[in-house]
Nanobody
Framework: QVQLVESGGGLVQAGDSLRLSCAAS????????MGWFRQAPGKEREFVSA????????YYTNPVKGRFTISRDNAKNTVYLQMNSLKPEDTAVYYC??????????????????WGQGPQVTGSS
């Protein structure tokens, strides 16, 4: 089992920055690829970003490329999502997720094994 606890959300203005953190406990964190997803009101959950277990490869959905940065610290069992130049359309509940399976389906929700239970809420006004 893996427990994922997010932190760092809040209410921000358009153009602001925010950093989300996701702390993992339980199963070996450094063995998992980590992802961030978001779900806007009335919409389906969508992929935002992912990072491989070593941190050597990162992936982003097009709308956040150049604005968001995913990183991880395996010594702290934590993955981060730095969000800059926030836009109103970034308003969503953000979830972190852990993927232990092999393969490169980082954007696929079903590829992830564990999800954060305390969703982050980031709003722009």
């Amino acid at each position: 089992q893996v427990q994922l606890v997010e932190s760092g959300g809040g209410l921000v203005q358009a153009g602001d920055s925010l950093r989300l953190s996701c702390a993992a406990s339980g199963r070996s964190f450094s063995s998992a690829a980590m992802g961030w997803f978001r779900q806007a009101p009335g919409k389906e959950r969508e992929f935002v970003s992912a990072i491989t277990w070593s941190g050597s490869n990162t992936y982003y959905t097009n709308p956040v490329k150049g604005r968001f940065t995913i990183s991880r610290d395996n010594a702290k069992n934590t993955v981060y999502l730095q969000m800059n130049s926030l836009k109103p359309e970034d308003t969503a509940v953000y979830y972190c997720a852990a993927k232990y399976s092999s393969g490169s389906a980082f954007a696929r929700i079903s590829a992830y094994d564990y999800w954060g239970q305390g969703p982050q809420v980031t709003g722009s006004s």
